[in-house]
């Protein structure tokens, strides 16, 4: 969530997160690399997952593991409740209207493919506009591009300012008749800016235009109610925010998914077939074709179910709290450039430093435990804006320490060191 | 930090800092694009070949330290050397930043690139050290890219 300065603490006095107790809950972070303590700074590329998560995952292959929705037998239907269970965990996470508008996908980027498929090929044709931003992550353009380039359409580009923050202005004036859908992240994942898509949202519906969010970078961070922001669809992926890999869900409004045309076909997608016609299910199931990563999902589930436990605001104020004190670290260090400075920013700290290339930086942080990105994090426009070819990147979460960020900057002074 | 000095040694971030033949090439007959998409490095090779010997040779373009290094010394080292000398020494380069980090370097035909050895333990660094080689091979063989993915 978006912090008003106030709700944050001030320096000096002990924040009440407990952070060492949080750390207990993650069984991986207890280890050493290259004989020190690891240092995971990686979190937007993905985060951890709890204790409670993997037992979760291990208890449903223990003793519920079946396929869902086609089993008369007891153990296909124990997997289908869980699997649906968690469905409705997804359901009030981000305050959808129903669960059947939770779509579970293996994350972000098959989210946004599904809708793609499912709206932007039917909907979607020659002489038409899509809008993205200048912040994309590649999940979020070459979708589209693709898109463009079968129909015959027109991809607009709203760009960014020096602090990498969207030029609202622009944006309201690359709307226009022939918008047919505006598709921008929630927070981005190379600069950290957290965007204002409650007026990005507001203004596409102006001209009755509907608005994906990519809420990669965002569900993990911010309070999400997709009622609320009014979004027709909303995507994110399970494992950058505490759950494993092939977890993910896209929302979408029911009278929007229930016009699309499906993502695959296959078993689960249908009503009925035979080889003259195939009836397609209803929602959920008309999007979720062949078996899907069962554990994954029921894990998503559970990693919600943390969050909630630990909770979401107090843990998103001490992110907040954890990156100011790393952006005034790490800035104070002569040489060092922070790539993203938007007022409004949720986890991440891209840098760069002068005459040292961030693959160096990677390397040598590494060597001393310490886990960042360095690359162009899937958004080389970001990169080419900001006339950067890479960036060092340390995204946090809330098990990550201050002692863990000075170790950070004690190491990038080393770095500095050994190039100079 | 004991790796780590091996793979930063003076020369490779000397030759980072003043990278050797770092121009575009006017005489070059040859040239290639090299591309590691994962970190971004990129840069072009250029060739002069006469009578198939390399008979001057440069590079530009953008990368971490590893690949300029790598790029600004094989530049050197193949210089005034025969199309079949500069593939054996590709060869060599390569099984040497490819190989077991226990073995011994099975070759004296290297001799300065040899310091890239300390590569062998940074298996996600081995790229950085050979786009320029690919590249350069690339340039001999006539083909316009490469990408190390």
Redesign the interface.
């Known amino acids: 969530m978006v912090l008003a300065e106030n709700g944050v603490k001030a320096a000096g006095t002990k924040s009440a997160w407990d952070v060492e107790r949080i750390r207990e809950d993650f069984p991986v972070l207890h280890q050493t690399v290259n004989g020190k303590p690891l240092v995971y700074l990686d979190n937007a590329a993905s985060s951890q997952v709890p204790q409670v998560v993997i037992e979760r995952g291990s208890m449903y292959l223990e003793q519920e593991h079946s396929n869902i929705h086609r089993g008369v037998h007891y153990l296909s239907q124990k997997a289908t409740t869980a699997y649906e269970g968690a469905r409705e965990t997804v359901k009030r996470f981000i305050n959808a209207r129903e669960s059947k508008e939770c779509i579970f996908v293996r994350g972000t980027t098959e989210g946004i493919n599904l809708v793609m498929h499912g709206y932007g090929r039917k909907f979607i044709s020659a002489g038409d506009e899509i809008i993205i931003s200048g912040m994309e992550h590649h999940a979020n353009i070459v979708p589209w591009q693709m898109l463009c380039e079968e129909k015959g359409a027109r991809l607009r580009v709203i760009p960014i300012n020096d602090a990498g923050e969207l030029l609202l202005d622009e944006y309201e004036g690359l709307l226009n008749e022939r918008t047919k859908l505006v598709a921008v992240n929630h927070v981005s994942n190379a600069l950290g800016t957290i965007n204002p898509i409650k007026a990005v949202i507001e203004s596409a519906h102006k001209y009755g235009v509907p608005v994906l969010i990519d809420g990669a970078q965002g569900a993990p961070h911010m309070i999400v109610d997709v009622q609320d922001l009014d979004c027709d669809f909303y995507a994110f992926s399970g494992h950058k925010m505490f759950a494993p890999t092939g977890s993910g869900i896209v929302y979408g409004k029911a009278r929007l998914l229930d016009q699309m045309n499906p993502f695959q076909g296959g078993g689960d997608m249908i009503k009925s077939v035979t080889f003259e016609k195939t009836t397609f299910a209803d929602l959920p199931n008309k999007f979720e074709a062949g078996t899907p990563a069962i554990a994954s999902q029921i894990g998503l589930g559970a990693a919600i179910d943390y969050l909630n436990s630990i909770g979401r605001e107090q843990a998103a104020r001490y992110e907040h709290e954890l990156l100011r004190y790393a952006t005034e670290r790490i800035s104070a260090i002569e040489g060092v450039r922070i790539i993203g400075t938007a007022r409004e920013k949720a986890s991440v700290l891209s840098f760069v430093i002068d005459?040292?290339?961030?693959?160096?930086i990677g390397?040598?942080l590494d060597?001393e435990g310490i886990a960042v990105r360095?690359?162009?994090h899937c958004a080389?426009p970001v990169?080419q804006r900001f006339n950067v070819?890479?960036t060092a990147r340390a995204s946090f979460a809330f098990y990550n320490t201050k002692e863990e960020v000075d170790v950070l900057a004690n190491t990038i002074e080393k770095v500095i060191e050994?190039?100079s | 930090m004991s790796e780590l000095s091996e793979l930063y040694q003076q020369v490779i971030l000397d030759h980072n800092k003043k990278p050797r033949n770092f121009r575009k090439l006017e005489g070059a007959n040859h040239s290639a694009e090299g591309y590691n998409p994962l970190c971004g490095d990129h840069l072009t090779v250029y060739l002069q070949l006469e009578d198939e010997a390399v008979k001057d040779v440069s590079f530009e373009g953008s990368g971490c330290a590893i690949s300029k290094a790598a790029a600004s010394m094989m530049t050197q080292a193949v210089k005034g050397k025969s199309k079949p000398e500069v593939e054996k020494l590709f060869q060599e380069f390569h099984t040497m930043v490819t190989g077991d980090p226990e073995e011994e370097i099975g070759s004296d035909q290297l001799g300065n690139l040899q310091i890239f050895a300390g590569v062998r333990e940074f298996p996600v660094r081995v790229k950085c050290a050979t786009l320029s080689w690919h590249t350069m091979h690339a340039a001999l063989n006539n083909q316009a890219i490469v990408s190390t993915e």
Do not use: S, W
């Open positions: 005459e040292i290339h961030p693959h160096d390397t040598i060597q360095a690359g162009h080389q990169m070819p890479a050994i190039f």
